[in-house]
C-alpha cells in the first residue's frame, strides 16, 4: 500500500524541544525575547528548558528507535550554531551537538530531515530589521552554506524555511508569534518576500555548490489548510475558497513551484483594497531581475497540513488595511467536523487527499512530502488517547488513496510531534506528542502514548512496502 522506500517520521523543532536557551555559548532568538516579554505566551511560560533535548538528546533517540521511524525531522536553531546570526562567529559546542544528533540518528539507520529555519530568528539580525530588511536573505543564504558545508555530507533532505506563512502572518500582522508585530497589511508580506528571497538564494548555494558532491535535495515547507466553499452551488463562495487557498499556499507556491511571481489574484485583490482605502505603494513587493530566480527552487513539495476550513466572502477589518481584508475570505468550521483540543484544529482527513490532489494537479506533479501533520491534546492527560489513535488511521488511510487512487507521488509521512513540546503561544497548554513529556519532573520523562504505539504498529506493517 506504500512505496517500499516511503518516508515515515515524525518532526520536531529547535526552540520547541532543546531548551539550553543560554547552554555553552547559544545567543539569543526572537523567541527568547518574545516569551520573557509579559503576556506573550499561555501561563508566561517559555523554552528556556523545554524538553531539555539539548541535553537529553539520548532519550529522544531512543523514543525515535521505539517507533521504527524511517526519517526524523529536526530543525538547526540558528543561534546556537552562529550566536549573533553572522559566520564571523561559529559556536562549536553547537556544531558539536548536531553532529551528534545527526550520526546517532544514521547509525541507528534513520534518515535525518533538516530545518535550518523554525521561526526561531536569531536576536541580533531582528535587532537589524529581521525578515522586514531585504539583507537578511544575503545573511540566511551564508548561514545555509554553513549548514550545507558543515552537514550536508550526512544530510541529504532540507527544508530552508518552515511555514513562511505562519512566520510572516503570525509574527508580522496578527502578533502572536514572534517578533510579535502587529503591522497590519503591510509587514507579513514584506517579511515573506524576504522568506522567499533568502531561500531562493540557499537553494540556488546548494545547487551549484553542494550538490554535486552531496546529492541531497532542498525545498520549503508550507503550510495550508483545505478550503472548501460555504456553498459549493454559490459562486461566491467559490471563489472565495479560491482566494483563501491563494492567500495561504499561493502566496508561496505560485513563485517557486508556477511562475515565479505571486499569484494573479493575490495582487489583483491587494491593489484593489490598497485603491479602496487611498494606499498609495503596492504592499506586495514585486521581484526584481537582481534578485535570484525564485522558479524551480525547490526540489519537492514540503507540506504542512493540519486541519480544513468552509470559506464564505467576508472576515474585513472595515476600512483599516489588513490581509483579512485583502484576502475577503471568512473562514467557519463545519459543525460535523469534529475538534481536537486546540480550537483551530478540526479533525478533517478527507482534506489532506483533496489537498495533494489539488498540489498534484496545480504544482506539475510534484514529489510530496507531508513534513507535518497531527492531533493535539488539551487539558486532562490521556496516555489512552483512542481518539488520536483513530486520527492517525484514518489520516494515513487518505494517504494511501492519494498515491493509489488519485495518483499523488506522495514519498513520506512525518507526524507532529515526536514528543509533547512547547507549543508557541500555547506554551505546554497543548500537546501534540506521541510521546508525553512530564514538565512536572525534573528528569521530562519521555512515556508513548497509545497513538504512539498505533503509529509504531503502522509502521512495521508498511515499512517492508506491502503490508504484512
Ligand atoms: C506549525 N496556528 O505551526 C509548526 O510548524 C509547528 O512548530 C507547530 O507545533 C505545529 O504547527 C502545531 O501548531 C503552526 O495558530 C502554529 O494556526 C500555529 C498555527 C498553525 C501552525
Request: aromatic share 14%.
Amino acid at each position: 500500500m506504500f512505496p517500499r522506500d516511503f518516508a515515515w517520521g515524525a518532526g520536531t523543532a529547535a526552540y520547541q524541544i532543546e531548551g539550553g536557551w543560554q547552554a555553552d555559548g547559544k545567543g539569543p532568538s526572537i523567541w527568547d525575547t518574545f516569551c520573557h516579554e509579559n503576556g506573550r505566551v499561555f501561563g508566561e511560560q517559555n523554552g528556556d528548558v523545554a524538553c531539555n533535548s539539548y541535553e537529553l538528546w539520548e532519550k529522544d533517540l531512543e523514543c525515535i528507535q521505539q517507533l521504527g521511524l524511517t526519517h526524523y525531522r529536526l530543525s538547526l536553531s540558528w543561534a546556537r550554531l552562529l550566536p549573533d546570526g553572522t559566520t564571523r562567529h561559529v559556536n562549536q559546542t553547537g556544531v558539536q551537538y548536531y553532529n551528534k544528533v545527526i550520526d546517532d540518528l544514521l547509525a541507528c539507520d534513520v534518515s535525518p530531515m533538516v530545518t535550518l529555519y523554525h521561526f526561531d530568528l536569531p536576536q541580533t539580525l531582528q535587532d537589524q530589521g529581521g525578515w522586514k530588511s531585504p539583507g537578511i536573505a544575503t545573511l540566511f543564504d551564508s548561514y545555509a552554506k554553513f549548514c550545507f558545508q558543515t552537514f550536508g555530507d550526512r544530510v541529504k533532505l532540507w527544508i530552508t524555511i518552515n511555514e513562511p506563512h505562519v512566520c510572516a502572518k503570525l509574527g508580522h500582522e496578527d502578533g502572536i508569534h514572534a517578533p510579535g508585530l502587529k503591522e497590519k497589511g503591510t509587514a507579513a508580506y514584506l517579511a515573506g518576500h524576504n522568506m522567499l528571497r533568502a531561500h531562493a538564494m540557499a537553494w540556488h548555494s546548494y545547487n551549484s555548490v553542494y550538490r554535486p558532491q552531496q546529492k541531497g535535495a532542498v525545498s520549503l515547507a508550507l503550510n495550508s489548510d483545505w478550503f472548501e466553499p460555504s456553498d459549493r452551488h454559490c459562486s461566491e463562495d467559490v471563489a472565495a475558497a479560491e482566494r483563501d487557498l491563494a492567500f495561504t499556499l499561493g502566496w508561496f507556491a505560485w513563485p517557486v513551484f508556477v511562475t515565479g511571481d505571486y499569484p494573479e489574484i493575490m495582487r489583483t485583490a491587494i491593489d484593489a483594497q490598497s485603491e479602496k482605502l487611498r494606499y498609495g505603494a503596492s504592499r506586495l513587493p514585486s521581484f526584481s531581475s537582481d534578485d535570484p530566480a525564485i522558479l524551480g527552487t525547490a526540489d519537492f513539495f514540503a507540506l504542512n497540513y493540519y486541519t480544513s476550513r468552509k470559506v464564505k466572502p467576508g472576515g474585513g477589518c472595515g476600512e483599516t488595511l489588513c490581509i483579512k481584508s485583502d484576502r475577503d475570505a471568512e473562514e467557519v468550521l463545519d459543525s460535523s467536523w469534529p475538534i481536537c483540543g486546540v480550537s483551530w484544529l478540526a479533525v478533517v482527513p478527507y482534506g489532506l487527499r483533496k489537498l495533494l490532489k489539488y498540489i498534484k494537479d496545480t504544482f506539475n506533479n510534484p514529489e510530496v512530502y507531508i513534513t507535518e501533520n497531527g492531533f493535539s491534546q488539551v487539558g486532562q492527560l490521556q496516555i489512552e488517547d483512542v481518539q488520536r489513535c483513530e486520527f492517525y488511521k484514518d489520516t494515513i488511510m487518505e494517504v494511501a488513496k492519494a498515491i493509489h487512487q488519485d495518483g499523488v507521488n506522495v514519498r513520506g509521512y512525518f507526524a507532529w510531534s515526536l514528543m509533547d513540546n512547547f507549543e508557541w503561544a500555547d506554551g505546554f497548554s497543548v500537546r501534540f506528542g506521541l510521546f508525553h513529556v512530564d514538565f512536572c519532573d525534573a528528569k521530562l520523562r519521555r512515556t508513548i502514548y497509545r497513538s504512539g504505539r498505533e503509529y509504531a504498529k503502522i509502521i512495521a506493517k508498511y515499512k517492508s512496502g506491502q503490508p504484512r
